[in-house]
């Protein structure tokens, strides 16, 4: 039976490589359609949770996996050696940047050269990492071409960007459209006709690299705007009695050409923060320079800077010296309602904090302990008792679940970096991008 047979006859078996943030709700969404599944790990730990039915992430409840797993519809290893029997595999791997913020494929690169150990002709192996154009054509090609196989011809091979957003509760694996572009028209086809199966809409383009492309531009096209804001916020905050939030609250009431983006204390996570320098690495060996990466990256990348500036400011004009003041941080992971810390903003002004202040506390239900430079941290329950403690309370991450109303209440002073408490008035509160008018 051909590969398309067995796609719509669902006899397709599938591999998943990497079972983290996307690698996991895709192995679920996949076994729940029908296919039998494998996720595959370096990571045991993990392996042996999806085995147990249990989660490690917020959006994937553990009873969808125990119902799969229990319906031997997924199983987890370690073992690369399950992609000999499986008929597509999908590779979900980190792409992060180095310490000097260059693109690192080295996973891909791994993940590639063991894949093509078991790489059988039919076989479909897809790409769905977020990387720089050509990576698909360039790096992974090769690698799987080493088994003596040729893309386009005896395997398919196609790159498939993720778009998945933690924590979003209305735009989920099945519901989000998916871009497809394969090598050849015909992998394009395959690939197209397996995602239907599972996702609502599918859109092929003509090739990897416009796939690819597509992926960065959406990621560089918050960046950017993320960036435009923040620096607005920061003009708001120099002429006073100018509030960006209501600025971005009123420009949103045009119902075209305007979308909205908020200030914070920076960006973080694993895409937006990186994705745009993977971009602005591959246009250098073109001898480009996408000027506006560089300086959206500058700006997001100034913001925790900026809060903690502003904080050390509100300390001092109530009279607290910094290095005696004793401070409250709420929120550690990189958004609201998520757990994940990569690059998180939030931990970004702790760290800069460190060095200048030395009690330091902070709340995240999410995030139960913290290492920063060698530092542990448990989070303290979000008590009154706690909110009073604190010379000053800083909300870096707005996460649903924070009583604000107690928060306003109990704080002595407080700064809030996501305009999560949205009152104005108060003297002892502060709100990023916004000041009041000099009495
Ligand atoms: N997290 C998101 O919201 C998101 C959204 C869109 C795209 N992406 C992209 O998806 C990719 C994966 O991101 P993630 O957030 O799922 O990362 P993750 O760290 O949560 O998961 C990746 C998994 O791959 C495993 N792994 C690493 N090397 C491996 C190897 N050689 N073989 C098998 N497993 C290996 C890791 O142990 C980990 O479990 C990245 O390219 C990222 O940019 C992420």
């Known amino acids: 039976m051909d590969l398309a047979n067995k796609i719509l006859e669902h006899k397709a078996r599938v591999a998943v490589v990497g079972i983290g943030y996307?690698?996991?709700?895709?192995?679920?969404?996949?076994?729940?359609?029908?296919?039998?599944?494998?996720?595959?790990?370096?990571?045991?730990?993990?392996?042996?949770?999806?085995?147990?039915?249990?989660?490690?992430?917020?959006?994937?409840?553990?009873?969808?996996?125990?119902?799969?797993?229990?319906?031997?519809?997924?199983?987890a290893t370690t073992d690369y050696r399950v992609c000999g029997r499986c008929d597509i595999i999908i590779i979900c791997v980190p792409t992060p940047f180095t310490p000097t913020k260059d693109p690192d494929v080295s996973y891909i690169e791994e993940s590639g050269r063991a894949v093509a150990?078991?790489?059988?002709?039919?076989?479909?192996?897809?790409?769905?990492s977020t990387t720089y154009p050509e990576t698909t054509e360039k790096v992974l090609q090769p690698l799987l071409e080493k088994s003596g196989l040729k893309a386009g011809k005896d395997f398919h091979l196609s790159f498939v960007p993720e778009r998945i957003d933690p924590g979003n509760k209305k735009f989920t694996t099945s519901t989000t459209p998916v871009v497809v572009g394969g090598v050849t028209k015909s992998c394009t086809r395959l690939t197209e006709l397996f995602f239907s199966q599972f996702?609502?809409?599918?859109?092929?383009?003509?090739?990897?690299?416009?796939?690819?492309?597509?992926?960065?531009?959406?990621?560089?096209?918050?960046?950017?705007?993320?960036?435009?804001?923040?620096?607005?916020?920061?003009?708001?905050?120099?002429?006073?009695?100018?509030?960006?939030?209501?600025?971005?609250?009123?420009?949103?009431?045009?119902?075209?050409?305007?979308?909205?983006?908020?200030?914070?204390?920076?960006?973080?996570?694993?895409?937006?923060?990186?994705d745009p320098y993977y971009l602005s690495w591959k246009a250098r060996e073109y001898d480009f320079h996408l000027n506006f990466i560089e300086l959206a990256a500058e700006t997001n990348e100034s913001m925790p800077y900026r809060v903690t500036d502003r904080l050390l400011e509100v300390l001092g004009t109530n009279g607290i010296p910094c290095a005696r003041a004793r401070l409250l941080l709420l929120g550690a992971a990189f958004k609201k309602d998520v757990e994940d810390i990569r690059n998180s903003?939030?931990?970004?002004?702790?760290?800069?904090?460190?060095?200048?202040v030395r009690r330091i506390e902070y709340h995240d239900p999410f995030v139960p302990e913290l290492k920063i430079n060698?530092?542990?941290?448990?989070?303290?329950?979000?008590?009154?008792?706690a909110l009073r403690r604190a010379d000053c309370v800083v909300v870096l991450t707005d996460h649903t679940c924070f009583d604000y109303r107690m928060i306003l209440k109990e704080s002595k002073l407080l700064l809030d970096a996501r305009n999560a408490i949205k009152r104005r008035?108060?003297?002892?509160?502060?709100?990023?991008?916004?000041?009041?008018?000099?009495r």
């Open 345 to 356: 903003p939030a931990i970004k002004v702790m760290e800069i904090l460190l060095d200048k």
């Open 199 to 274: 996702v609502e809409k599918v859109f092929p383009v003509s090739s990897p690299r416009v796939a690819e492309m597509s992926k960065l531009l959406e990621n560089i096209f918050r960046s950017v705007n993320i960036a435009l804001v923040n620096e607005l916020a920061q003009m708001c905050e120099r002429m006073g009695n100018l509030d960006i939030w209501e600025v971005v609250a009123a420009a949103s009431t045009k119902p075209f050409g305007f979308m909205p983006f908020y200030p914070g204390p920076g960006i973080g996570g694993h895409c937006i923060l990186i």
């Open 22 to 75: 996307v690698g996991l709700p895709l192995c679920v969404e996949i076994a729940r359609a029908g296919y039998h599944t494998v996720g595959i790990d370096v990571d045991s730990k993990k392996v042996n949770a999806i085995r147990h039915g249990k989660s490690f992430i917020e959006d994937v409840r553990a009873q969808d996996i125990a119902a799969v797993v229990d319906d031997h519809m997924l199983d």
């Open 425 to 438: 008035g108060a003297s002892k509160l502060h709100t990023l991008g916004f000041r009041p008018a000099k």
């Open 117 to 128: 150990r078991y790489l059988k002709p039919g076989r479909l192996v897809i790409l769905r």
């Open 374 to 385: 060698s530092r542990k941290f448990k989070s303290v329950p979000l008590t009154r008792a």
